[in-house]
């Protein structure tokens, strides 16, 4: 008999089968291959993606329900679009993360853009549903602080007119203008914060964030705050080794990537973050892809059509920053998503063209891993049209 922790109530049922009907939620499961050594579990997610489960209706916003979500020009242009060729293959494509104001996205150590009111409400409309969304383990207090001062200080010095931090000692003021939040504090003291100084923080900043624990020549999950997840689970993955935790992914084990990752993560020096960018589809512009929100997105994968692929079709685009902090020394990993729409894409030609010949070439398990196998046509039909064959330059600018 197999333990297998239920993604939706986390109940942790008893089975062999390959789907059964959770004693906990009475949702039917399926087991996936995924196991969590801190819950001594494999996952059960739900088994039929595109039937709803009759849960409750979510809060309407831009990131769900209408998805009244667009960009703006400006916007559209600032995409950090992630293909410099015309085929992709998984690399560790490591970068220092250091500020270049002529590229928007990496003008300040944290981005922040017009979608930023937008997803604080959605992270709080997430965790208000399920507050699992932000764990961290007891260990990592000082980490927990360490990522506070982090993000406060880049945060005021790169958008002073947003934000503002003054200190006096461990007396400390944060002000955010564009939340009206003013916050008193002693750095150091949980007890004069409204919530724990990592959660408290990252509730005001676009992106995920997680916490690993570097121990014997490895890195552990150790915390996070998970509200837009491309489909994986801080409650599941907590307490994973670094392999353990990208294990799912296809074909980059074999080509070294996680060991050369691995390697490069655990060198890593305090005052010298690195970045990369990584990608995949989603249909609808939605943030929280989570398996524990299955009945609420992946019923919508059967609804592309020829007709709306244009408008439904995301692709979804992760900014991936490793920060080693201090003095704690954990390492914080940024994870900014940034979503557009195929129709807003379109309009920059040399992206649908290039675009175009990746997912056309792309390796048959990564394009099933990337999650368009079952509209896979459907896309290069509409991208076809876009690309008249000829040579692009190199890099990712417009031209």
């Not at 689970?233 to 990208?246: I, K, Y």
Request: proline fraction near 9%.
């Amino acid at each position: 008999m197999r333990r297998v922790c239920c993604i939706h109530c986390r109940t942790i049922n008893q089975t062999d089968a390959e789907e059964f009907i959770c004693s906990g939620c009475a949702m039917r499961l399926a087991v996936r291959d995924h196991f969590s050594p801190r819950l001594d579990a494999f996952m059960g997610a739900q088994a039929n993606p595109d039937e709803p489960a009759g849960l409750p209706d979510q809060p309407e916003d831009v990131f769900r329900n209408a998805y009244k979500f667009r960009n703006s020009d400006a916007a559209i242009l600032r995409f950090p679009f992630p293909f410099a060729a015309d085929k992709f293959m998984y690399s560790v494509n490591l970068q220092p993360h250091t500020r270049k104001p002529a590229i928007p996205v990496f003008a300040a150590m944290f981005d922040i853009d017009e979608h930023y009111r937008a997803e604080c409400a959605d992270r709080a409309a997430t965790l208000a549903a399920d507050p699992s969304r932000c764990q961290v383990l007891p260990q990592m207090a000082q980490a927990e602080w360490d990522t506070l001062a982090l993000l406060m200080e880049n945060l005021a010095l790169d958008y002073p007119e947003n934000f503002a931090l003054a200190k006096a000692g461990d007396n400390w003021r944060w002000t955010n203008r564009l939340l009206g939040l003013e916050q008193d504090f002693t750095f150091g003291d949980p007890s004069t914060l409204p919530c724990p100084p990592f959660e408290y923080i990252t509730r005001q900043v676009q992106g995920d964030f997680t916490l690993q624990e570097q121990r014997s020549d490895n890195l552990y999950l150790a915390g996070g705050m998970l509200t837009a997840p491309a489909d994986w689970s801080l409650h599941f993955n907590l307490g994973m080794s670094f392999h353990q935790w990208h294990s799912p992914v296809p074909v980059a084990p074999g080509l070294g990537v996680f060991d050369k990752a691995l390697a490069a993560l655990l060198r890593l020096q305090p005052g010298r973050p690195a970045r990369r960018l990584n990608w995949s589809l989603t249909v609808n512009p939605r943030l929280d892809t989570a398996p524990e929100t299955y009945p609420f997105w992946r019923p919508a994968k059967a609804k592309v059509t020829p007709e709306n692929i244009g408008h439904v079709m995301c692709l979804r685009v992760e900014l991936q920053t490793l920060t080693r902090l201090a003095p704690s020394q954990a390492i914080l990993f940024g994870i900014r998503t940034y979503l557009i729409r195929f129709e807003e894409l379109a309009r920059v030609p040399k992206w649908g063209k290039r675009l175009h010949r990746v997912l056309r070439d792309l390796h048959p398990e990564i394009t099933q891993y990337k999650g368009m196998l079952r509209y896979r046509q459907t896309i290069l039909d509409y991208l076809a049209p876009l690309d008249d064959g000829a040579a692009l330059t190199p890099g990712t600018a417009p031209d």
